[in-house]
């Protein structure tokens, strides 16, 4: 069964979400990463699916369907976001997963509305020490390459080669599903204090740490599933980078589906 597409709204905040539904069973939200969409889980989410979850798999704001504002806004607008769609279905809790971009989300979600979040899982773990383990300037660069069509396809390519995939692993799988207008989404990190979100609340969190990222070193979630103590599960994936998704599918499927189970 192929994913079901509806609109969450919150009118008051003038933002629409869309989300791919599919599955039954306890709610797991995905969030993709930075100016990609919820098309990125179609392989997760039919492998949840199978196992006996409903996946709940988001377009952020300005991808897809969704709209609202990118400008200015801050990780707990980004949590409210997650928030909105995670309290409309079952029991108003739900797992929370996030890839790339996604794993701030995610991790801000569980900290500023707790009370939606049964679990964590990011992939991989990064993005709050950047003033420690800044981006690599040659993958800054290549980034804005990534999605630029009037670029020759063998550029963008190689541009997703260095910022995004392992090396062997074809990067051709993403020359579509760029949503570019959705941005101005990142600029919430550097609005919003690190230490409030860091470490994703206090509930159960896995790290899938992949060890050819060449934005997150393996390093950073190594530190980070220290000072989280016995909450964190924390796991590697060889052969792939900060796409992961696409590189690893069946590796990542069954690291999640395993702590999700033991966790529901």
């Known amino acids: 069964m192929e994913p079901v597409s509806l609109v969450i709204e919150d009118a008051e905040r003038d933002v629409r979400i869309e989300v791919l539904v ?26 949840l699916a199978h196992a006996g979850f409903r996946s709940l798999a988001i377009n952020p704001r300005r991808a897809g369907r969704s709209t609202g504002a990118v400008d200015d806004l801050t990780l707990e607008d980004l949590a ?8 409309r279905f079952g029991d108003r809790t739900a797992h929370l997963v996030g890839h790339a971009l996604g794993n701030i989300v995610v991790r801000s979600a569980a900290s500023f509305r707790p009370e939606i979040a049964r679990t964590v899982t990011v992939m991989p773990c990064g993005g709050h020490n950047l003033a420690d383990r800044p981006v690599p300037e040659e993958v800054i660069a290549a980034m804005p390459r990534c999605h630029d069509e009037s670029l020759p396809e063998s550029e963008r ?63 950073t979630g190594i530190s980070a599933a220290e000072a989280m103590g016995r909450r964190a599960t924390y796991v590697e994936v060889d052969n792939c980078g900060h796409a992961i998704l696409p590189e690893q599918p069946e590796e990542i499927a069954r690291h999640l589906i395993a702590f999700l189970r033991a966790n529901s």
Do not use: K
């Open 22 to 47: 599919q599955g039954s069973g306890p709610d797991v939200l995905l969030v993709p990463s930075a100016m990609r969409g919820a098309a990125d889980f179609s392989h997760l989410q039919a492998s």
């Open 157 to 219: 390519l190689a541009a997703m080669r260095t910022a995004f995939f392992a090396p062997g692993n074809d990067p051709a799988v993403w020359l579509d599903g760029w949503w570019p207008e959705s941005a101005g989404i990142a600029g919430a990190i550097g609005r919003t204090d690190p230490e409030l979100w860091w470490r994703g609340g206090d509930v159960p969190i896995l790290i899938i740490q992949p060890l050819n990222d060449a934005m997150a070193h393996r390093d």
């Open 80 to 87: 409210d976001d997650v928030a909105l769609v995670v309290t």
